[in-house]
């Protein structure tokens, strides 16, 4: 019997989750959390087969949440279920350690395939990853259609705290960096998105992130 834990904190979604599961692994044992720290709770209670984990919860630590997890039960195969935009943030999920990520936007069928894949053989790449994944390959050619593909995890997480009105120096404390780090990550967000202000960046962020 497979121990599997859903991780989102919207109940009437966790409930379509589990019915998703239960469809694929009828005698699985469905355990659930909606935060990120009950999540960690239920992992120490007892060992997990798979985690499908919504990103935007309650306590959540961005990328960090993949390898704290892992501290716990080191091989646990984690699927990230989000609605965050995929090729910007799912390439990111899978290099913290992932198994792997699919849309709250896709089709029941890609859905179950995910969690099957992920199960079963422990990784799930979705059709438009895998071709983000292969262009990018390609080193000498390659140029991103979208600037915040050019972004690192880090600065990722910096640009979206400062998006949700994070000061510099709440970011530091959060993120346990230094606040010149933090700055200097603002600076190369800056200078990758060709903004010089907080509102020019907005901006462009809410562009790209439609456009994608």
Same mark, same amino acid.
Request: glycine share 4%; aromatic share 8%.
């Given at each position: 019997? $497979? ?35 009950? %999540?960690? %709770? ?9 985690? @499908?984990? =919504?990103?935007? #919860? !309650? ?9 704290? *997890? ?6 646990? !195969? ?8 995929? +090729?910007?943030?799912? #390439? ?5 350690? %992932? ?15 995910? @969690? #099957? ?12 990853? $895998? ?6 390959? =390609? $080193? ?6 979208? !600037? &915040? ?9 910096? *640009? =979206?705290?400062? @998006? ?28 990758? &998105? ?11 962020? +809410?562009?790209? $992130?439609?456009? =994608?």
């Amino acid at each position: 019997m $497979k121990n599997i834990l859903i991780v989102e904190d919207y109940q009437i979604i966790r409930l379509a989750t589990k019915l998703l599961v239960l469809d694929l692994f009828k005698a699985a044992a469905i355990h659930e959390a909606g935060s990120f720290n009950a %999540a960690l %709770a239920e992992l120490e209670r007892q060992p997990q087969d798979l985690i @499908i984990l =919504d990103i935007q #919860i !309650p306590d959540g630590q961005g990328f960090e949440m993949i390898a704290m *997890m892992r501290a716990i039960q080191k091989n646990v !195969p984690i699927l990230v279920f989000s609605a965050v935009e995929e +090729r910007i943030y799912g #390439i990111h999920y899978l290099r913290s350690g %992932a198994n792997g990520f699919v849309s709250k936007n896709s089709c029941t069928e890609e859905v179950q395939t995910a @969690i #099957i894949s992920v199960a079963d053989t422990g990784r799930y790449v979705s059709p438009r990853i $895998k071709v983000e994944l292969l262009n990018q390959l =390609d $080193k000498h050619h390659y140029q991103a259609d979208n !600037p &915040l593909l050019e972004l690192s995890a880090r600065e990722i997480t910096i *640009m =979206d705290m400062l @998006i949700e009105g994070f000061w510099v120096k709440e970011i530091a404390s959060q993120l346990h960096l230094t606040e010149s780090s933090v700055s200097t990550y603002k600076a190369r967000i800056f200078e990758k &998105l060709h903004v010089s202000t907080l509102i020019e960046m907005f901006q462009k962020v +809410r562009h790209y $992130k439609d456009m =994608d």
